[in-house]
């Protein structure tokens, strides 16, 4: 029986494969805690983000995974390498979806300018446990069990035809009021607020009694969004890829740049008017994959989908989502000028 595999190191029968030796994975995650805290002190200080510095910190992040991928390439092949770097772009598409409903979060929570990357590198970090738990959690039921190959292709096209419909039916997302979030209602009866923000602290001491700032709760209301994620980007990565190592590295080098992409991107993030459209795609793609994967292990002559064809599929989709967005933002915007314009003239002179 043929199989086409989702990456050369994946054996189905019998387990994950995995280039991720355990120096490789001792490396890497010391790697990851060490951009952590270079993180923690690029935020020590609150202080409102330039797009100077927003941009290179982007850049830093970007470069990172681009020259890992060339590692990967030149140590582990053409089609490892392809995998890698096809899921990483599946995850930091996924991530600037992420990044718009914290960009509601914020702005419902009113979290000062100074304050904004301090509690985006917190749900940075929320997620990486996450996803950390996920991915371990996943490898182990490949592993054990084919179907759950099916499974996630199950989850990732329920999920794409749920943004498909949310997106026709011009469903979009709303700012949410923290006073009616069940998280929020949750934490405020146990202890008591504050009715502003003191810095980077979470907790202080009022009459005598622990209270939470603003800050603790719009941290904990975007770790719950991470957990919603999660359950999203590891399946769709495993489609990708069914190395437990590449799925980590994606999703961390997805994820610790976003504090920086957030503020380069905080205004065109409004202008990607069609990018649950190409999400819905992506993610019923990749779902597609997953299914035909599994019916493999099941039955002769099924046909597979390659990682090469993947990437195609990636890019094409999130190329074509970005260009209709802009022009779709530029009639409106050209549209609402012209009217308003006609209505002025239309104005009565006295």
């Not at 599946?90 to 914290?102: C, I, M, P």
């Not at 504090?259 to 065109?268: M, P, T």
């Not at 990018?275 to 990749?286: K, P, Q, R």
Request: aromatic share 10%; charged share 15%; hydrophobic share 55%.
């Amino acid at each position: 029986m043929s199989i086409t595999p989702l990456a050369a190191t994946e054996t189905v029968a019998t387990g994950l494969d995995s280039i991720g030796t355990p120096t490789l994975w001792a490396l890497t995650i010391a790697a990851v805690l060490g951009l952590l805290a270079l993180d923690f002190l690029a935020t020590r200080k609150p202080h409102e983000v330039s797009m100077r510095e927003a941009a290179l910190w982007s850049l830093f992040y970007i470069s990172l995974p681009v020259a890992f991928g060339v590692w990967v390439l030149k140590a582990h092949g053409s089609e490892i390498g392809v995998g890698y770097y096809t899921g990483y772009i599946v995850e930091k598409s996924l991530s600037v979806d992420n990044l718009f409903v914290f960009m509601l979060l914020l702005s419902a929570f009113a979290v000062p300018k100074a304050l904004q990357q301090r509690v985006l590198l917190f749900g940075i970090i929320g997620a990486l446990v996450l996803r950390g738990i996920f991915i371990a959690l996943g490898a182990a039921a490949l592993s054990a069990f084919t179907f759950v190959f099916l499974i996630f292709g199950v989850i990732l096209l329920a999920t794409g035809a749920k943004l498909l419909k949310d997106a026709l039916s011009g469903e979009a997302e709303e700012e949410p009021d923290p006073n009616d979030m069940r998280v929020v209602k949750v934490l405020r009866r146990f202890w008591p607020v504050t009715e502003d923000y003191r810095g980077t602290r979470m907790t202080v001491k009022q009459a005598g009694r622990r209270a939470l700032t603003p800050l603790a709760l719009v941290t904990v209301a975007v770790f719950m969004t991470d957990i919603v994620f999660a359950v999203d980007s590891v399946p769709a990565v495993y489609g990708i890829t069914a190395d437990p190592y590449l799925v980590f590295a994606t999703n961390a080098f997805a994820l610790l740049g976003l504090r920086a992409l957030y503020f380069v991107i905080e205004g065109l993030l409004a202008k990607l008017v069609h990018l649950s459209y190409g999400l819905s795609v992506i993610l019923g793609f990749i779902g597609v994959k997953l299914v035909l994967h599994w019916a493999q292990t099941q039955w002769d002559g099924v046909p597979g989908i390659g990682n090469r064809t993947s990437l195609a599929v990636v890019v094409g989709v999130l190329a074509v989502t970005t260009v209709t967005s802009l022009i779709a933002v530029r009639r409106e915007e050209r549209a609402a000028a012209q009217a308003g314009a006609t209505d002025g003239d239309e104005l009565p002179t006295h």
